[in-house]
């Protein structure tokens, strides 16, 4: 099923993250010279987004932001804020987004950041549980690691690759 270029640009919008970035089954791309321990936070934070957000918990979600992230959706403003970001992910919940997955492609750690590159599917639902369309596409997540240790998604943004229909 193809999706019209309004819903495409919806599900880019709101699907993000995020992110394990890695989809079940598929388990998580090799590292690529980061510690060990850095990576293994990494995918923990990304399990708990993705198991978050699939319950239609976007509050808890968006947890794995620092306080003062950004993130750049398509055809969007930016969502600055932890706060603004659940709002922004409660919204793709509440149109019907779910079954989000992730993939990690790339990671690499650059002493207290790490970027993380990889590609995304999800569903949009109707409000009868139906699957109105699809989407996939990739991203990039720069992540910081807190004073304390902790790894928190610090930028993020996607897009989708999915082609626009023309006129819609």
Same mark, same amino acid.
């Given at each position: 099923?193809?999706?019209?270029? %309004? ?26 010279? @980061? ?24 509050? #808890? ?25 659940? +709002? ?17 492609? @790339? ?7 790490? !970027? #993380?590159?990889?590609?995304? #599917?999800? +569903?949009? !639902? ?9 989407? !996939? ?9 807190? %004073?304390?240790? @902790?790894? !928190? ?16």
């Amino acid at each position: 099923m193809t999706v019209s270029r %309004p819903i495409a640009a919806l599900l880019v919008a709101l699907m993000f993250a995020t992110p394990t970035r890695a989809v079940r089954g598929q388990g998580p791309a090799k590292p690529t010279g @980061e510690p060990a321990s850095a990576r293994s936070a990494i995918d923990a934070a990304n399990t708990r987004f993705i198991d978050q957000f699939n319950k239609g918990d976007a509050a #808890e979600a968006a947890k794995v932001y620092t306080s003062d992230a950004i993130l750049m959706p398509p055809n969007g403003a930016p969502v600055k804020g932890q706060s603004a970001i659940a +709002e922004f992910w409660t919204g793709g919940w509440k149109a019907g987004i779910r079954n989000v997955k992730l993939a990690t492609t @790339e990671f690499a750690v650059h002493g207290n950041y790490a !970027h #993380e590159l990889g590609t995304y #599917e999800l +569903e949009v !639902h109707k409000p009868d549980g139906t699957v109105a369309g699809r989407d !996939h596409g990739k991203y990039m997540v720069l992540w910081k690691r807190a %004073p304390g240790g @902790e790894w !928190h998604w610090y930028r993020d943004i996607y897009n989708s690759s999915v082609a626009a229909t023309p006129g819609k």
